[in-house]
């Protein structure tokens, strides 16, 4: 934010998809490796471009590299191997203090015995910024956060989600070209949670800047990125738009983190079809060693309801989880090869625990790749 021009850059409409014209850092990673020790390896050659302006978020489970990759985009950790370059300038041996990036960590690091205004303020007071222009850009980025009417108010005093705010606050008051965020939304209930990331997204939408968020929550990460990086064991494992990952994963450890729960071995594939643990699905699928069917794209009727076509198979019901607006059930399918169908509950009538059904697979809901 660069004083009043920034505060009339970010009025206006406040929709989500609406974007600023300002344009953030982009960043590329070359070759990025970081050991720990011999046999401790966080980071295995990591390449990735990410444009100026984009919501990237760097998935994956605990322990797979995700924190150190942004901790050494940061400057707070040195890569054993690899350049980092930020805007397009080699910063590999460039110390923290001196990139034009800025953290919001986890823990949100607030100094309880100084009030909001002082901790929004603290990184600009360091840098040396007048007093009169401190103040003015810390009022800017509090009514912009919607925080103004804290500014008074003693951080100890204040909830999780607004000590989340002042946490961004002190961030964006810097005017950061990249914001790098470590899953801080990961100690908030699962309401106020839900609320800040669409807050999160339109804040980056209207500011233009290059966001790097990491979580290892899968529908946060489809829920705010433009893209998404899938990591495991210091590997990117894909890299593409939220949808991707979900829709077409690129191998089953992708498949499985994205929660995708019918996975089956192909036993034999040819031109017309495949066969798997529950029977034959006819059509012209890709070659591949696995199938996933996602579950949202089958219907399940009574069994009487069923025809004699391919792709609809007998089952029995199993389980049944009821979701709001969806109903999940565990069918038992075949030789008794279980199989996840999440089926729409407005107008519908539920399948009650041990019917017999018919399931049928649209085959636009299989995805075939190699483990």
Known sequence: MKGQATTASIG??????????????????????????ADAIALRGINLNI????????????????????????????????EVEIGGSPVTDVPAHKRNVNTVFQSYALFNHLNVAENIGFGLKMRGVNKSEIKKRVAETAE??????????????????????IALARALVNEPDVLLLDEPLSALDAGLRGELQVELLRIQRRLGMTFIFVTHDQQEAMVMSDRVAVLDDGRIQQ????????????????????????????????????????????????????????????????????????NVFAASV??????????????????????????????QPMMEVG???????????????DA
């Open 12 to 37: 206006g409409d406040d929709t989500v998809d609406q974007r600023s014209s300002r344009q953030g850092s982009s960043i590329q990673l070359h070759g990025v490796t970081k050991r720990f020790a």
């Open 239 to 310: 890299v593409g738009p939220p949808q991707d990952p979900y829709e077409h994963p690129e191998n089953l450890f992708v498949a499985r983190f994205m929660g995708h729960q019918n996975l089956f071995e192909i036993k034999a594939q040819d031109a017309e079809g495949l066969e798997t643990s529950f029977g034959r699905l006819s059509g012209d699928f890709e070659r591949g060693s696995h199938v996933l069917i996602r579950p949202e794209t089958m219907t399940v009727a009574a069994a009487e309801q069923a025809e004699s076509a391919p």
């Open 51 to 82: 444009p100026g302006g984009e919501f990237f978020t760097l998935l994956g489970p605990s322990g797979c590299g995700k924190t150190t990759l942004l901790r050494i985009i940061a400057g707070l950790e040195n890569a054993t191997d690899g």
């Open 144 to 165: 912009f956060i919607k925080i103004d009417e804290l500014l008074g108010r003693r951080v100890d005093q204040l909830s999780g989600g607004q000590r989340q705010r």
């Open 355 to 369: 019917s017999e059904v018919a399931v049928t697979v649209e085959t636009s809901g299989v995805v075939t790749f």
């Open 318 to 347: 199993r389980e049944r989880l009821y979701r709001g607006h969806v109903a999940e059930y565990t069918l038992v399918v075949g030789d008794g090869t279980e199989i996840v169908v999440t089926a729409n509950n407005i107008g």
